[in-house]
């Protein structure tokens, strides 16, 4: 009865309404008055500013952090972005001054998007938390095979569907790849 009830946890129906939908509607009910900027500390100030908005919308749910605490949040999930498409922190800033490449709105968009896969990412851990009793190591190790076969078409090719046991101490790299999977097929991910 667990693998049903993990399974519909991680429906993604049910995460497109608990999380992507929350997060695509904090995006939208942003107030963007320009898209450019006109130095790095306007920058830093708009995206700090915007992950406030964005994190208390859906996240704390009023809660904020300090102005320098949430620009460096938002610089770190930026940063992370760029590189991943062979950029940095200042490809992005030159991005949001220029109005380049979507200017600011497409960088407050990787902020969202990063906020929202967080949040997949943490919800799908708290599932696993719930449904997979941490002192039972036969069932954990017989719930993640059992996960890991019924997703299998959407996990990586190096998520080992033969070591079940590696999985069932550490779930972040399962976690990440069944986000990631997601992220490929779910309409939850696509741009809004």
């Known amino acids: 009865m667990t693998l049903p009830s993990l ?3 991680l429906d ?8 992507g939908i929350p997060h695509d509607e904090a995006r939208m009910r942003y107030p963007l008055s320009s898209n450019t ?8 100030q708009v995206i700090g500013d915007y992950y406030n908005h964005h994190i208390s919308s859906c996240v704390t749910y ?18 992370k972005e ?15 001054h220029d109005g380049t490449n979507g200017g600011v ?5 990787v902020i969202a998007e990063g906020s929202k896969t967080e949040a997949v990412e943490d919800h799908i851990r708290d599932a696993f938390d719930r449904y997979v009793a941490p002192n039972s190591w036969e069932q954990k190790v017989r719930i993640i095979q059992q996960f890991i076969h019924h997703c ?14 590696r999985y069932a101490q550490n779930y972040q790299e399962l976690i990440r ?14 741009r809004f």
């Open 62 to 79: 009023g809660g904020t952090m300090s102005p320098s605490k949430a620009s460096s949040k938002a610089k770190a999930m930026v940063e």
């Open 82 to 96: 760029y590189r991943r498409r062979n950029g940095d922190i200042v490809v992005a800033y030159n991005d949001a």
């Open 7 to 9: 399974l519909a946890e």
């Open 12 to 19: 993604e129906r049910n995460i497109a309404r608990h999380i």
């Open 177 to 190: 790849s069944y986000v990631d999977g997601l992220r490929t097929t779910s309409s939850m991910f696509r």
């Open 37 to 44: 900027v006109r130095d790095f500390d306007e920058f830093s």
């Open 152 to 165: 299998e078409p959407m996990l990586s090719s190096c998520i080992r569907s033969d070591q079940p046991e």
């Open 105 to 109: 709105r497409a960088i407050l968009d």
